[in-house]
């Protein structure tokens, strides 16, 4: 108690805690089993040394060790049997929820294969930008319609080929990609000036196996 083994100074109780088990993180994180951290605990309980509990945190500081701040919450202390698999299935869900939102924002939701990309495009349509997001256009062979209204059997897109931080997760198309494709009208700030449809949201390309999850979100 009140200690720590990460080079910042911070406010409010301190511990370091040896991981027995990881039950969720993000990669690289869940390899963390019987490493010491620090945990930045929450207010208004009591902590005793060597008493066990599950912690939620979040981190916020990365070096030779880790630091993390404790959330509250109302969970309590003892690991549940379950606990491991409720949260694969709220990740799951927060997933999904997320890319229906995406879903609903796009003009058409359309499965098919990238027939021709990385055409260029004039450059007067990308504002001279640190975040320039190198605007390149695919043609996309529709193979059906998912979302929308749509009589042509090809249509073009524009999407990011920069790996910029604004833009490093957003769709990279190449030719003969296949699945399914969100499109989007004024994606973008309009300081960018790309028109027609876009896709540049990390979500606007889903692979086919993703089909039936898609049409029931689209239901829903």
Avoid at 4 to 20: E, K, M
Avoid at 160 to 184: A, Y
Avoid at 189 to 209: A, K, V
Wanted: proline letters at 3%; one cysteine or more; a negative charge.
């Amino acid at each position: 108690m009140n200690s720590s083994n990460i080079d910042i100074s911070a406010n409010g109780l301190t511990a370091i805690v040896r991981i027995d088990q990881v039950i969720d993180a993000v990669s690289p994180y869940e390899q963390m089993n019987g490493k010491e951290i620090t945990v930045l605990l929450s207010p208004n309980q009591t902590r005793n040394v060597g008493e066990k509990q599950v912690f939620y945190t979040m981190g916020c500081y990365y070096g030779k060790t880790l630091g993390v701040k404790e959330i509250p919450n109302n969970q309590g202390k003892e690991t549940q049997a379950d606990l491991k698999e409720k949260i694969v299935q709220e990740r799951i869900t927060i997933q999904n929820d997320s890319l229906r939102a995406e879903l609903l924002r796009a003009e058409l939701v359309v499965q098919g294969i990238v027939i021709e990309a990385n055409i260029n495009v004039d450059k007067s349509l990308s504002l001279e930008s640190e975040h320039n997001p190198e605007v390149k256009k695919a043609i996309i062979e529709i193979r059906n319609v998912l979302k929308g209204n749509i009589n042509a059997k090809q249509i073009d897109v524009s999407y990011s080929s920069s790996d910029d931080v604004m833009w490093f997760n957003s769709p990279k198309l190449v030719k003969g990609q296949e699945g399914i494709f969100l499109l989007h009208l004024r994606q973008t700030p309009i300081i960018f000036q790309i028109e027609g449809y876009t896709m540049l949201d990390r979500r606007d390309f889903q692979p086919n196996e993703q089909l039936s999850l898609i049409q029931n979100l689209l239901k829903r």
